[in-house]
């Protein structure tokens, strides 16, 4: 039976109308919350940004669409619709005859078919009888010759087959020929208009894909683009880059082309376009498919920083420029510091960071030039030296600063002391930094008032600064190594001191300007010291004895010997001792040593072995004398000046400084912003602590042993963004080996050759791989300047240039230069690596063979009869005694042709004599063989020996070749000339271009010493 309903009113314990409208609110507000969740998430920025994306790639195709039909749809495609109507019109004519055709191609198809099947047939009954032949011969002899019956029927019958078949489809081509010949004229009118119409028709379809029409909008309407929507996450899986998560590494998923939509995509570069539009700068290199570095293995965050997953403005990680932009982009985009993002995206003006670390390994970085500066800084300013560097440490990089061995010799210990307490005030423009009297000692509250008990921080910190000046230049003149310096007798000549100055080159290193800025990356000319106020640093004496040999006075110096006379050191030395300090530096006081102060910093270094009773017992034994040694030999190690100077006593000594290896990568936490308030990013510390290394120790109340000791390089704004951009660049791998530049054998030769360029400043003077040259803007003339080192590989034999550059000699090549190329005394091995490095950077051959070069008796002297009509003569000395005849002007004349054997490669010589003007801009070489409008190299004799005046010069030619037309053919022939020139050129250096053919150089067995490495690719001038 059912059950009866209970009586009512039901007993509840809670009111069921009342829950209903809970229900019901609670509906409605879940509700309420999934519209406005299905709304934000159809309105998120990525969907935003590709929406107005889409419609700007439209506006883009249509423009383009109507450019390609404007350009299709011409008076030429008017023309050939013209005689495609017509075309078509004579095609109708012959309509029956095509019908006809047509009608006897159908009919042959049957016959064809047959004829193909019946061929197949006995095609397979010709191989049976013929396998059963063979088999009978082989096997059952008695019964062969009724097998050869059979063979024999059944080839025949084959070969009626194949001619009956073949007569058909002779036909068939035939009649299928007549109806081409018909349509001929139309089908290629139709080709020509499709190929004409194709950029057109191809923007057009593509301009109606791109239209976001009806479809487009159900495709990403909200719901329904969960099926396949348009709008979608753009990412890029990249498993050989890594992120760190709980200890582990996971591989990259790159979304940045969400947004950045255009990035690796051409034709959106216009800085009108938005730039999260724009495609990316330098596609050929970087982002493009065809790139070295394409999206979809390096994807965006590995270089640019930034959350890889993320696909929101904010979540991405974006850093502003300025104050400006952090404003514009809270106001725009919500943005705000996202303070637990460790990696976020660098700002713009930093980008170039990212690609060190898979660079570390190069020394130049041409194409990230603001890396490429702030590395140059580094290595120049030595922070190297204190901050272990693993990229630098590998390239072997010499010490920054000159050597302090021999320091008492050299100079006063007055001037030393001044140098040490503030380096600019004797020079403007020196590298070296400011260690002492900086603010956390003298200034330890900054902008602020000082209190009471900071005034007296202020004075005891001056106070130990003057001690501890005195002490280490105490330690240094204690145990400088004694030196003599001879007097140099008589009195030098000023005035052609300063001009040998200029003339002999010193000034591709140097500058005499006591108003010089420090520019360390717009020129090579500060790679030495100003030498504005030398007079007053060392004696004219001391200066005459290293300007005449340098490495005497220090074998690990960098300035080269210029191999002076001894009158010309002495005017140079007399010149340089008048050039004195500015008055304020000489008038300076010097500091006075408080030996209270100096007992407690003695005492402090004292104690880190002892205790304090033995402390103090061995400090009681030592006069005051030898504490400021004892104390000074410490502040030297205390704050690293071993890491830029050579010091007695610190020859082993290990960098002071935090490795900065990894420093890019290190957690924001981890950095001490102490009580400055400054945006907590890494670029802002580090751009804070470059400006003012101490500053992080303002308003603290540290003793002078705990107090910051970086010292002040005074960098300027843009030193400050360019050493930036390189410390954001030192960061952790995190990634496979796979990604990382590995050089290969040519690219490791040319970067140890880039090297030692670098560490000698040969940029200084000459221009390499297009950068360089800085003294060649003191030069009027660009012909009397060094050389531009263009093509040097491919140009000379490595034997010669190992030579040249081991000694080389003073108007050896170019008898006119005033300017010296010194000699820096390389070892053999960077003899061989500099030799390597111009093989490898023109693609030439090494080592270098020197192979027999034979050539005919007419080209030879056809050569030199040309080497006579172009009038070679009047500039290249074909010997010592043309070069030192009477009445020659030496300024005038070109290199000396009596070397090139042994000096050129046999090839290069005629391709420099047709196109010096692209092997060396600037050259004094007139280019004899022009180009004409097309571009091709023209002979100037193939026009010039048809006019009288050198009627007689072509019968001699035409003696030589056997012919007029052949001695034509010869002087029209650019190539054909300059071989020519080259076989006579060549003899020069063997005999005086005097010996008769055949000519042979020395035996094909001769290298350049040391040489050990295969020989790189054919370069342009051809190798043998």
Known sequence: MPRKPPAEPIDHHYDIPRLNRAFWWSAAALTLAFIVMIVADYNRDWKTFQRVFLRLDAKQTRDAALAARQKALDDEHTKLVGELRQARAEIATHQTTLHQLDAQLKALDPKIYLADQQYKFTKASFDAERYKYEDRLANDRRAAPSAKRDFDRISQELDQRTVALATLKKQDAEIRARVDAINAKKKELESTIEKRTAAFRLSRDKYVSLKQDTLFQLRNAAILDMINPTLRVQQVQLPDQFINVNFMKIPKVDRCTTCHVGAD??????????????????????????????????????????????????????????????????????????????????????????????????????????????????????????????????????????????????????????????????????????????????????????????KKMNEDGRVENDTMVNAIVSYLYDRSKPAEVPPVPGRGDVARGQKLLAERGCFGCHLADPNAQRDLTGTYRQFGPNLAGIGSKASRDWIYHWISNPKQWNPDTKMPNLRLSPEDALDIAEYLSTLKAPPAFDQAGLPKTDEKTLEQIALYFEMSTKTLFDAKADLAKMDLHGKEVYTGKNLIAHYGCYACHAIPGFEDAKPIGTELTEEGSKAVHRLDFGFIHIPHTRQDWFWTKLHTPRVFDRNRARGWEEKLRMPNFRFSDRELDQVVTAVLGFQQLNAASSVVKELSPREEAIEKGRRIVKNHNCQGCHVFEGVGGSYR?????????????????????????????????????????????????????????????????????????????????????????????????????????????????????????????????????????????????????????????????????????????????????????????????????????????????????????????PLKAPAATQTASGFGAPPAAAGPAGTH
């Open 265 to 454: 995509r051409k034709g959106f570069e216009d800085p009108k376009i938005k730039e999260v539009f724009r495609t990316h700068p330098a596609l050929h290199r970087m982002v493009g498919s065809e790139s070295m570095h394409p999206a979809t293995t390096f994807g965006c965050t590995p270089c640019h920083g930034g959350r890889d997953r993320a696909t929101s403005f904010w979540s991405a990680g974006h850093s502003p420029e300025t104050e400006a932009q952090e404003r514009a982009w809270t106001k725009k985009y919500d943005w705000e510091f996202d303070k637990f993002n460790e990696n976020p995206v660098l700002p713009l003006k930093y980008a170039e960071a990212g690609c060190y670390r898979c660079h570390s390994s190069e020394t130049n970085f041409g194409d990230a030039p603001t890396l490429d500066s702030g590395m140059r800084v580094v290595e120049t300013l030595g922070c190297w030296g204190c901050h272990r560097i693993e990229g630098l440490e590998k390239q072997g990089i010499p010490k920054v600063g000159p050597s302090l061995e021999k320091i008492g010799s050299k100079l006063s210990k007055d001037w030393t002391t001044r140098w040490v307490m503030n380096p600019p005030s004797f020079r403007a423009n020196t590298r070296m930094p400011n260690f002492f009297y900086l603010e956390n000692f003298v200034d330890v509250s900054g902008p602020t008032p000082p209190t009471a008990a900071q």
């Open 777 to 997: 803007s003191l030069v009027a003339d660009p012909s009397l300047a060094p050389p531009i080192i263009q093509g040097e590989g491919a140009k000379v034999q490595p034997d010669w240039l190992f030579g040249f550059l081991q000694a080389p000699k003073t108007g050896q090549i170019r008898p006119w230069l005033e300017v010296h190329m010194p000699t820096f005394g390389f070892t053999d091995q960077e003899l061989n690596e500099l030799t390597r490095y111009f093989a490898a950077l023109d693609r030439a051959e090494y080592p270098f063979l020197i192979a027999d070069y034979v050539t005919t008796p007419g080209t030879w002297a056809a050569g030199k009869k040309v080497f006579e009509l172009l009038k070679c003569a009047q500039c290249h000395p074909r010997s010592i005694e043309d070069m030192n005849r009477p009445g020659v002007d030496r300024a005038s004349l070109a290199p000396n042709l009596q070397m090139a054997e042994t000096r050129l490669r046999h090839d290069w010589i005629n391709s420099w004599i047709l196109r010096p003007d692209e092997w060396m801009p600037g050259t004094r070489m007139p280019t004899n063989f022009p180009k004409n409008d097309d571009g091709h190299r023209v002979s100037p004799l193939g026009g010039l020996i048809d006019s009288p005046q050198f009627a007689k010069d072509r019968e001699e030619f035409a003696k030589l070749f056997g012919s007029d037309e052949a001695a034509k053919q010869f002087l029209s022939s650019p190539d054909a000339v300059t071989r020519a020139l080259r076989d006579y050129v060549w003899t020069i250096g063997i005999n005086g271009g005097t010996a008769p053919v």
